[in-house]
């Protein structure tokens, strides 16, 4: 599985941006997730949707300012991202995993990952 984001970018505390990941194929059994790494920091999780249901989970410290959405014609993910803050800066990742309910939070769990797409929040 190919995935392609795109979206990031340099913005002030408060504002929003989209990001989207594409990819190139889908499955009922895959997850597809956000995940994001800010400098010096381990890989964390942000959002995922499992495929086969539509639902989303979010990590705590995002919940009501982001939400994640899918176009599923097109293999397409979105994260609407709003109330930007500073400690939401880091590297954007998009994921495609296969785990169970309970490994959806862990990055290990995910195979196939995209290239990243910079987000900067800046006070």
């Known amino acids: 599985v190919q995935l392609q984001a795109s979206g990031g970018g340099l913005v002030q505390a408060g504002d929003s941006l989209r990001l989207s990941c594409a990819a190139s194929e889908s499955s009922n059994s895959y997850n597809m997730g956000w995940f994001r790494q800010a400098p010096g920091k381990e890989r964390e999780f942000v959002a995922t949707i499992r495929w086969s249901s539509g639902h989303i989970y979010y990590t705590d410290s995002v919940k009501g300012r982001f939400t994640m959405s899918r176009d599923k014609p097109k293999r397409t993910v979105y994260l609407q991202m709003n109330s930007l803050k500073p400690e939401d800066t880091g590297v954007y990742y998009c994921?495609?995993?296969?785990?169970?309910?309970?490994?959806?939070?862990?990055?290990?769990?995910?195979?196939?990952w995209g290239q990243g797409t910079q987000v900067t929040v800046s006070s």
């Open positions: 994921a495609v995993g296969s785990g169970i309910l309970s490994s959806l939070r862990y990055a290990d769990q995910y195979k196939y």
